[in-house]
């Protein structure tokens, strides 16, 4: 240890020594492992003290409007974290919807369309649909689909569609216009769509013999998504079939959500209020059947999450489970798909 002198003003020499706090001197070896689990600790104070990162998923410019202008909300109404109802009167906002049989919802709109009140005892009875239509992979969604419904029993639909069939027997022809199409033609109907000599748009439902199918190929770009196949049912041996079924069926579709592409709708009548409870129970069958088998194969959820029956011009709307009046394993027919 080095001493310095140094000299007073009184010429007395004085030795300055230099001393180490004890604080700063080392009483272990350097690369001495330190106490166990104090690098723990130290970690994970260090974790505690950071924010949690949440990770935000991408969302197009595009998409955030349309978000920005529903406020995100989704139409879809959610019940799981809501209570059954306690009392006779309650407000459904915040509790659960009733759940209805069908013949006790009948029953209801029976009573409010009596002639004492709205006077309409042949009202049509609608069924409203809602449907997830998400698939299984991410962002990705099923087509609007439509279709027509040969109910078991028959009733004013009240629907009008305009159709026209191709044939190449001119018997068939006859018998068509008889039953009701809006027009019959053989395989002349290509020279004449691709000459402009006829509208092809005029006609909501192409209906054709499957042998004939592939010279109507050069009008498929006209025809587009509602070219008659064998797969959505337009198509067949027997066309007089077919066109029974649409000129005596309910047609349906999807109406999906313009912001919400995973949610959407169907409304279709099923029958009259003057119809028995039978027949109205087995039209209504015959509706969720069909609308199930449209079910793509890989989709794991649900299509149908909710399902009311409705009868205009009453606004009342009575939820019921539809459960055991789908299959349990249905084979999926493909629909015919809009666009």
């Known amino acids: 240890m080095a001493s310095l002198a ?41 974790k505690a003290s950071k924010k949690e990162e949440v990770k935000r998923e991408f969302i197009p410019l595009k998409k955030r409007l349309e978000l920005k202008q529903t406020g995100g909300a989704s139409p ?23 759940v209805y049989t069908v013949e006790e919802a009948l029953a209801m709109h029976r009573e409010t369309h009596h002639a004492t009140q709205a006077d309409l005892p042949d009202a049509h009875v609608y069924v409203c649909i809602e449907l997830d239509m998400a698939a299984d992979k991410k962002n990705r969604f099923i087509d609007d689909f439509y279709n027509v419904i040969r109910m ?34 053989g395989l002349e109907v290509v020279k004449q769509a691709q000459a402009g000599d006829i509208n092809l748009w005029e006609y909501d439902h192409y209906i ?20 008659p196949t064998v797969r959505n049912g ?13 000129t005596k069926g309910v047609e349906y579709n999807t109406s999906k959500d313009k912001y919400h592409h995973d949610y959407a709708t169907i409304r279709v009548p099923f029958g009259q209020l003057s119809m028995s409870n039978d027949q109205l129970e087995e039209n209504l069958s015959a509706v969720l059947k069909e609308v199930e088998r449209q079910k793509p194969p890989r989709k794991s959820s649900n299509l149908i999450t909710m399902v009311m029956i409705v009868s205009p011009p009453s606004r009342e709307q009575f939820k019921f489970d539809p459960t055991p009046y789908l299959l349990q394993s249905v084979m999926p027919i493909k629909a015919a798909v809009t666009g």
């Open 76 to 98: 879809r109404r959610f019940e799981d974290h809501l209570k059954n109802p306690s009392d006779d009167v309650w407000v459904t906002t915040f509790y659960k919807w009733k």
């Open 152 to 185: 078991p029993h028959d009733f004013n639909t009240g629907q009008e569609r305009s159709i026209l069939v191709i044939s190449s027997n001119e018997e068939v022809h006859e018998q068509a216009l008889q039953m009701g199409a809006t027009h019959a033609a």
């Open 234 to 246: 337009t198509a067949g041996n027997d066309v007089l079939a077919i066109l029974e079924r649409f």
């Open 6 to 46: 140094a000299v007073c003003s009184t010429g007395v020499a004085r030795t300055q020594v230099l001393r180490w706090a004890a604080t700063s001197l080392h009483t272990s070896a350097a690369l001495e492992a330190a106490r166990k689990g104090t690098r723990a600790k130290a970690e994970a104070k260090k």
């Open 208 to 227: 054709a013999e499957t042998e004939i199918l592939p010279e109507l190929v050069a009008i498929r770009g006209l025809i587009k998504k509602r070219f």
